[in-house]
């Protein structure tokens, strides 16, 4: 056999056994020195080979994962490459297979340590002075040859793996660091598919990092898939499993001597029977005014409500309410929701006609008059308000429009919105003071397709007037403000802060509500809320931009107060969020960064990607404060729906504008060429470390603390605060 078919068969496979991860990567491969090349190609070699796809197959049996990944590497050369493969590996896995595809032949190479593996990795990183290599630093890795790889030819590798998934407080962690490489290699495509399976049913099934579809396959089976284009970020999966009428997940993120974060899930069971469902009262309100002809409007809002009719249930109780000049009303009380009472309610909506001026204030004085003259059983309230203009006829002041609804009792209101000739902080503000929400139809959008989802939400109640007790944990800043009732199918998400002196282990939560008009209460033992806790880092950038989103909704309701746009301006620069009063700020070498956290930055210059090399497109810029403060409008709407999108985030998107970079949960700008964590001052007394990128002391460190390695991965140059010290890298030979 000829010494290369050799090497292609006998793949020299090495383990790394350095300090533990807790997450697997997709493995990248860095050429080896072309011997046989011509200078300019030579000269010319990536310093890792494209990755052209990425597919992830991964089953998890309760905790027990099994993760499958093919990945198709990309020489575009002109010369036959020898590469060295690196893949690092969850602690405590199990490799089962490694494969090479030479053409049509699937190859399975043999797995042998090798001592010599962390001297190699070293020595390329050495040699290559990149410092995306220091993804896998700190990782258990694989390390193999890969021989011949053919120009302009793909190589595809596969790799798998088994491992126990850990479970905290009732949640089990999946993690796939597909951002581990991207420093190192182009990636195209990712794919991924999940299968998870229990014996408990499957609660909170939830990822911070990427949009997912979850399809269930009754209660204790489900797929997730995802698919990603372009520079992706770490892949994380969190589900919990439980028998209770309502699950809980728990997930908290502390550094030491700071404030805690954390994100509380909760979820209904799927398998509730018709009893157990809580009846509403629910009063619908449709503006009916001349401008409801045009587009069409009426009869999308017509065929809106006929459909939320239609799916109530006998139990429920409504009425209808119609305004133009003046109100009219289905009937004098709320009516049952049975057979006849839905007939009635369809020939009064398919009677309805567009005319008149907009009385909104008569209309909700209507509605809460049904409200409060029904006898209380119970049942969750609701009035339910659309209308596509501004109060032109009746009471037309909004603060006096306001004060007159605050008198509605109970009753949720839910305002809709119909086209920008809206007073969205009317709108808002009436969601906002009675524990509604207020959502917006644009004339891009359907207004009879999302009214009506909206009707399907909130068909059948679970529990309603939510309360939350933590046992003494000292949280604040919590949001939502005030707790949504929770329906079939929903999930109540609250993310805030904690600040306990003490680890607090073992803590009972508590969570009270209405259903089928009595009290529950629900009790969940055994949580931790934690001194340290490094994983979940994504949490404080998450609970930053519901504050953010929440901060603006009272300065676009309440008017412009300098201690609200300070505090805007200090989250959006600590945190990367970009605002009508901060944007990504990328200052050119030599300028002057004093200050900078408190100027407004919606108009700074010097956007694009600071990464060498990149010809990424600026980004858009932000909007200013004017427009953040406009009442109606195109861009008021947009403003009260971006908000509103802030305070109800489930994930924050990677930024990809190259002014900022976001590396383990923290924000760091470039100044003067130096990557620096946003929270660093000029004049701190804080303890500091020096050492040179590439040198013992830089490795000795990063053995020591494994952590660093995700912020000094990005460049040569960097200043970071862990633990109460700053540690600085500098260039080599400086």
């Known amino acids: 056999m000829k010494a290369t078919n050799i090497r292609t068969v006998l793949l020299s496979i090495s383990m790394l056994l350095l300090v533990a991860a807790s997450a697997s990567a997709q493995g990248v491969i860095v050429p080896g020195p072309c011997q046989r090349c011509p200078d300019q190609l030579r000269q010319a070699l990536p310093r890792s080979l494209p990755i052209k796809s ?37 602690e405590q896995a199990s490799i089962t297979e490694f494969a090479i595809w030479d053409g049509n032949r699937r190859l399975v190479g043999e797995v042998r340590t090798r001592e010599e593996a962390r001297r190699i990795y070293d020595e390329i990183v050495r040699r290559q002075r990149d410092p995306g290599l220091l993804e896998y630093a700190g990782k258990d890795l694989f390390q193999a040859s890969i021989f011949p790889i053919t120009p302009h030819a793909d190589k595809k590798l596969e790799i798998s793996y088994s491992q126990i998934l850990r479970a905290e407080s009732g949640t089990v962690a999946y993690r796939y660091p597909l951002g581990i490489g991207r420093q190192m290699a182009q990636i195209g495509s990712v794919s991924g598919r999940i299968e998870l399976e229990s014996k408990d049913p499957l609660r909170n099934i939830y990822s911070p990092t990427h949009a997912i579809e979850v399809k269930r396959n009754g209660t204790g089976r489900a797929a997730v898939t995802f698919e990603n284009q372009g520079e992706p970020q770490d892949f994380q999966l969190f589900y919990a499993l439980s028998r209770e009428d309502f699950g809980v997940t728990l997930l908290t993120h502390r550094e030491p001597g700071k404030d805690g974060y954390f994100l509380l899930m909760v979820s209904p069971k799927d398998d509730w029977s018709e009893q157990e469902y809580a009846a509403k009262d629910i009063v619908f309100v449709l503006d009916t005014s001349g401008s409801m002809a045009d587009a069409g409007k009426m009869e999308k809002a017509r065929a809106a409500l006929l459909y939320g009719i239609k799916i109530l249930r006998p139990t429920d109780r409504l009425n209808v309410v119609s305004f133009a000049g003046e109100e009219h009303l289905l009937a004098n009380e709320l009516i049952n929701a049975d057979e006849n009472g839905r007939a009635r309610a ?8 567009p005319v008149g001026g907009t009385n909104i204030d008569a209309a909700l004085t209507a509605a809460r008059e049904q409200i409060s003259r029904a006898s209380n059983l119970g049942h969750p309230r609701m009035i339910v308000f659309m209308t596509d203009g501004l109060p032109t006829v009746g009471q037309t002041n909004v603060e006096q429009i306001l ?7 109970e009753a949720r209101i839910f305002p809709f919105g119909v086209g920008y000739d809206v007073n969205t902080s009317l709108l808002d503000r009436l969601a906002s003071q009675s524990g509604g929400v207020a959502d917006y139809i644009e004339p891009k ?24 007790d933590m046992a003494g944990v000292e949280t604040d800043l919590s949001y939502p403000r005030t707790l949504p009732d ?182 760091f700008y470039l100044r003067d060429g130096v990557w620096t964590d946003a929270d660093f001052k000029a004049g701190m007394t804080l303890p500091q470390t020096v050492v040179k990128f590439g040198s013992d002391e830089y490795f000795a460190l990063l053995k020591q603390k494994p952590r660093l390695a995700t912020f000094f991965l990005l460049g040569e140059k960097v200043v970071v605060i862990l633990d109460g010290i700053v540690y600085r890298v500098d260039a080599a030979g400086n």
């Open 54 to 90: 990425i597919k992830i197959d991964t089953k998890i049996v309760s905790q027990v994962a099994t993760t499958h990944i093919e990945q198709i590497f990309r020489n575009d050369t002109d010369a036959t490459l020898e590469g060295t493969y690196f893949f690092p590996i969850p």
């Open 445 to 468: 959008e359907d207004l009879e397709v999302k009214v009506s989802n909206f009707f399907s939400r909130i068909s059948y109640p679970v529990l309603s007037d939510l309360r939350l």
């Open 346 to 353: 369809a020939r009064f909506v398919e009677a309805l006609k």
């Open 403 to 409: 004060a007159n609804a605050r008198k509605t009792g």
């Open 486 to 667: 929770l329906f079939r199918g929903s999930q109540l998400t609250i993310i805030g802060r904690y600040h306990n002196p003490i680890d607090m282990n073992f803590v009972r939560l508590t969570l009270t509500g209405k259903s089928g008009g009595s009290e529950r209460r629900f009790f969940y033992n055994n949580l931790h809320f934690g001194l340290n806790e490094e994983a979940n880092d994504f949490l404080p950038r998450l609970w930053a931009t519901r504050r953010v989103g929440w901060l603006m909704e009272q300065m676009r309701t309440n008017g412009e107060q300098q201690e609200l746009r300070d505090e805007i301006v200090d989250l959006g620069t600590r945190y990367g969020i970009v605002t009508p009063y901060t944007s990504y700020l990328a200052l050119e070498p030599g300028a002057s960064v004093q200050g900078f956290t408190s100027m407004p930055l919606s108009r700074t210059k010097g956007f694009g990607n600071a990464r060498a090399g990149s010809n990424a497109p600026p980004p858009p810029p932000a909007p200013s404060a004017a427009d953040a403060n406009a009442v109606t409008g195109t861009i008021a709407v947009q403003q009260s729906k971006k908000a509103r999108a802030q305070q109800e985030v489930m994930r924050v998107d990677k930024d990809e504008s190259g002014a900022n970079q976001i590396a383990g949960g923290k924000t």
